[in-house]
């Protein structure tokens, strides 16, 4: 069977989930499922990261423990992707002891490799960032303060700490970077150059940080963040185990994550791999950031938009649609209600809605509530049918290569393309004059409707189901295989009561 795995970025238990998760969230569904159309075998991964100083300060101030409260948010994260509809086949939580197992281990094999040696640190260290930074990589705020190149707070700091070797690495990850690794390719260039002007070794331990997860045979030290939160991508497979799952799955088809991670992925973890002597994953792809309305998104600023609530008022799949839509992958994109509304209304409720609202109806009136006869095809007939079998090859490359956007607006064109058709055609016209043409037309309205529900799956999962459901398509037969003409409706087959799928969002504000 052919396996895929694909995983998300461990989010961090300090906050509830908002919109930039759920965009992550979402996009690795859409993935997951599609390759699940394509007949893979998927192991899609997502979780949270909850140790570190960042959580144990926000349960200080919470005064509750670091673990109730990555216990609250984490239930927080896995109540989001239900939610959404996401299909994640585990939820790894690094608090769990079968990830700090992993942990342990990946470090006494670092160790066991020479590349872990103990050393007197000082540098500067971002604490949102979970970072350390040379002097030369950071920025001045208005006030000359040193910054992160993230723009977030960073601190001088002096400890005693467990270095990695990372500068043995330069040469192995230069010549990683040749393949496709990192996508989009203008990540590739930047990583390529940072590696390319030299990599000093990194401090991998914290003292006296007790959220955390004890360096081996040091209680002293916990270990640092991301060597912990990166291990979530095997330890969730059951490594160091010797398991099916990890021999199924790793090495991972694809590391989704956002563009202010792409470093710890792309550098950090493969020489961990190295170092361990495990294999790389094949691919990291670094998707935009969602901004409110052009600005970050922050609690001082106030625009957090909480992805929960939205769903409730806009839908599900009218959320996944929008942010999937919206904006090319890898891109930064916008979110804002009406920008939603304007997206919803006019490709989910006017153009797919009343597409397959006005053409079942009418095969639920005129036809017997049964797919309908379909009498000669004509060459307009043919050349609708076979746009599908034209386009499919280049639809299926658009999501191999995660251009999820266009892959929707492609699939949107045999949309347009079918109401055009319907339009043309006027079945209501043929209804006294030609029922058999009537039929015919409807017949081929309504295989374009299976073949458009099949390819929508991954991205609206409610309302293509309940497409598929109308034209009764058993559920066995929905697969991107079953696009072909070897499968078109079977004429007589009795059709649900149809149902407005999406309907009209009113303006609210
Ligand atoms: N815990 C680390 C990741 C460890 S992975 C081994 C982390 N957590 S996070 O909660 O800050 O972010 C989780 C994911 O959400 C990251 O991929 C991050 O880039 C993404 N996003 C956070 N804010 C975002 C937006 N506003 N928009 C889109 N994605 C964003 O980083």
């Given at each position: 069977m052919d396996n895929f795995f694909i995983s998300t970025a461990i989010s961090y238990t300090n906050?509830?989930?908002?919109?930039?998760?759920?965009?992550?969230?979402i996009a690795a569904d859409v993935i997951a499922r599609f390759k699940r159309l394509e007949g893979k075998n998927v192991f899609f991964l997502t979780g949270t990261d909850e140790h570190g100083l960042k959580?144990?300060?926000?349960?200080?101030?919470?005064?509750?423990?670091?673990?109730?409260?990555?216990?609250?948010?984490?239930?927080?994260?896995?109540?989001?992707?239900?939610a959404l509809h996401c299909s994640n086949d585990d939820f790894i939580r690094t608090s769990e002891e079968r990830h700090k197992k992993a942990v342990r281990e990946i470090w006494l094999k670092m160790k066991n490799n020479g590349d872990i040696y103990l050393d007197d640190y000082?540098?500067?260290?971002?604490?949102?960032?979970?970072?350390?930074?040379?002097?030369?990589?950071?920025?001045?705020?208005?006030?000359?303060?040193?910054?992160s190149p993230n723009n977030t707070p960073v601190e001088?700091?002096?400890?005693?700490?467990?270095?990695?070797?990372?500068?043995?690495?330069?040469?192995?990850?230069l010549s990683l970077y040749e393949n496709n690794f990192i996508q989009p390719k203008s990540k590739m260039n930047e990583i390529k150059n940072?590696?390319?002007?030299?990599?000093?070794?990194i401090s991998i331990s914290r003292k006296g940080l007790?959220?955390?997860?004890r360096v081996p045979e040091d209680d002293d030290h916990s270990v640092y963040v991301w060597v912990d939160a990166l291990t979530n991508y095997i330890s969730a497979l059951k490594w160091p185990e010797k398991s099916d799952l990890f021999d199924n799955f790793w090495p991972g088809d694809l590391h989704l994550i956002g563009k202010d991670i792409v470093r710890f992925h792309t550098v950090f973890w493969p020489a961990f791999l190295l170092s361990a002597g495990l294999e790389l994953p094949k691919q990291v792809f670094s998707h935009g950031f969602i901004l409110n309305k052009g600005e970050k998104m922050s609690k001082s600023l106030g625009n957090i938009e909480d992805p929960m609530s939205l769903a409730k008022t806009f839908g599900v799949d009218q959320?996944?649609?929008f942010l999937m839509r919206e904006t090319p992958f890898g891109n930064d994109g916008n979110y804002s209600d009406e920008l939603l509304i304007n997206r919803v209304n006019a490709d989910l409720s006017n153009d797919l809605g009343n597409l397959s609202q006005r053409c079942l109806t009418m095969v639920k009136k005129n036809c017997d509530q049964s797919i309908p006869q379909k009498n000669k095809l004509n060459n307009v007939d043919q050349e609708l049918l076979n746009l599908v079998d034209r386009k499919k090859a280049n639809i299926i490359k658009l999501m191999s290569s995660y251009q999820i956007s266009s892959y929707i607006s492609e699939v949107f064109e045999l949309v347009s393309d079918t109401n055009k058709y319907f339009s043309d055609q006027k079945p209501w016209d043929l209804k006294t004059s030609d029922p058999a043409r009537m039929n015919t037309v409807l017949w081929i309205s309504c295989e374009m409707l299976r073949r458009i529900g099949i390819l929508l799956q991954p991205v609206i999962p409610i309302g293509s189901s309940k497409l598929l459901d109308f034209l009764n398509i058993d559920s066995d037969k929905r697969l991107i295989n079953f696009l072909s003409d070897d499968y078109v409706l079977e004429s007589g087959k009795p059709i649900k009561d149809p149902e407005i799928i999406f309907p009209k969002i009113d303006l609210i504000k």
């Open positions: 906050g509830p989930p908002h919109i930039g998760h759920a965009y992550e969230v959580v144990q300060q926000k349960a200080i101030k919470l005064e509750i423990s670091p673990q109730e409260l990555a216990d609250q948010m984490s239930g927080n994260f896995i109540e989001m992707g239900r000082s540098g500067w260290y971002s604490l949102i960032d979970e970072a350390f930074y040379n002097e030369d990589e950071l920025i001045k705020d208005d006030k000359g303060k040193f910054l001088w700091v002096e400890e005693q700490s467990y270095f990695f070797r990372l500068s043995s690495y330069q040469e192995k990850l940072f590696v390319e002007g030299g990599l000093r070794d007790d959220w955390g997860i959320l996944r649609y």
